[in-house]
């Protein structure tokens, strides 16, 4: 099987109104310690007063940077069952929930031992790509959608007040909007000593496009606008997403992480898939060919003996 990887743009602003970006964010598709086929992404919208929403964010994203690109020799030695879990979808989900449980211990310890006011915090979506399908854990109110042609599906779950008032029934989507808590979040890492994330996993296709990005840009701009803006394929993408939330406000910092999954690569993950089902097939389905030269032989046996009877008693 080819290479899959995207074409990979990410971009961060700290918007119209605030003074700093507690955003942060990062984005690699370099592969991992001989795995080629491998993305990785995340994002992280921090909050907390005094700097430590900027802190907890770059606490995460700078803990997931580090593990992709430690030293491999070292990061061998103390992790070798690593590529197992690269190799292994369960496995995989299993590391990514384990990995968001850590970064949320070591926010949470940092408040516990600076004792602060307000306690630092972060959202995360952390994604790992590889081959033909993505796997990401989810925290919070940034969110990851699913471009295909002119449909754009709201991969992601937010964990806030209106969003679950929302799924109750209890609240209206135009009355979500203005809610006096329409910013507050149900789960964050940092806040408690334990967290759990969403997992979530999608299989991707040639022409795809997947987005990552903070509620700055989903408060500001529609699922449509951003279908639309990334579906048209144009560079830049990521720039003009925030020039667009920046122009209706841009009342928060605003983060986009787009990837452009194309080419050959995933189109033959099919193919691949289907020349599998024909090597390793037995008697159903196209395994049988295999029957078909045994089959072909027999009726020609019995075609002959029906010929040479006939002619036999032809001569009696």
Same mark, same amino acid.
Request: glycine share 6%.
């Given at each position: 099987m080819e290479n899959i990887l995207?074409?990979?743009?990410?971009?961060?602003?700290?918007?119209?109104?605030?003074?700093?970006?507690?955003?942060n964010l990062w984005a690699s598709d370099k592969g991992y310690n001989g795995i080629t086929s491998l993305s990785v992404f995340v994002i992280a919208d921090g909050m907390g007063g005094h700097e430590g929403g900027e802190i907890a964010s770059g606490i995460a994203v700078e803990y997931i940077k580090n593990i992709f690109e430690a030293d491999i020799a070292d990061r061998s030695e103390r992790s070798p069952e690593f590529l197992e879990y690269m190799d292994n979808d369960e496995y995989l989900k299993l590391f990514l929930t384990e990995t968001v449980r850590e970064i949320n211990n070591l926010i949470y310890e940092n408040n516990r031992k600076k004792d602060i006011k307000e306690s630092m915090g972060? %959202?995360? +979506?952390?994604? @790992?790509?590889?081959?033909?399908?993505?796997?990401?854990?989810?925290?919070?109110?940034?969110? $990851?959608?699913l471009i295909r042609g002119r449909s754009i599906e709201q991969i992601t779950v937010d964990h806030s007040y209106v969003a679950e008032h929302i799924d109750a029934g209890l609240l209206t989507e135009e009355e979500?909007?203005?809610?006096p808590y329409h910013s507050v979040l149900t789960r964050s890492l940092g806040i408690d000593s334990s967290v759990e994330a969403d997992i979530y996993t999608r299989r991707i296709k040639s022409d795809d496009y997947l987005v990552l990005c903070t509620d700055g840009?989903?408060?500001?701009?529609?699922? %449509?606008? +951003?279908?639309? @803006?990334v579906a048209g394929g144009?560079?830049?993408?990521?720039?003009?997403?925030?020039?667009? $939330?920046?122009?209706?406000?841009?009342?928060?910092?605003?983060?986009?992480?787009?990837?452009?999954?194309?080419?050959?690569?995933?189109k033959d993950c099919d193919t691949q898939k289907l020349k599998r089902k024909v090597k390793n097939g037995g008697l159903s389905g196209l395994g049988g060919?295999?029957?078909?030269?045994?089959?072909?032989?027999?009726?020609?046996?019995?075609?002959?003996?029906?010929?040479?009877?006939?002619?036999?008693?032809?001569?009696i």
């Open positions: 995207p074409k990979i743009e990410f971009l961060t602003d700290k918007g119209r109104v605030r003074k700093n970006n507690e955003d972060t %959202t995360i +979506i952390f994604g @790992v790509q590889k081959d033909d399908k993505i796997h990401m854990a989810h925290v919070g109110d940034s969110r $990851a959608y979500a909007i203005n809610h840009l989903t408060n500001m701009v529609s699922d %449509t606008d +951003i279908r639309d @803006v144009a560079a830049n993408t990521c720039n003009k997403l925030i020039d667009l $939330a920046n122009g209706r406000g841009g009342v928060d910092n605003v983060s986009v992480i787009v990837a452009w999954f194309q080419g050959d690569a995933l060919l295999r029957l078909a030269p045994l089959v072909l032989g027999f009726f020609a046996l019995v075609l002959l003996l029906v010929m040479l009877w006939y002619m036999f008693s032809k001569h």
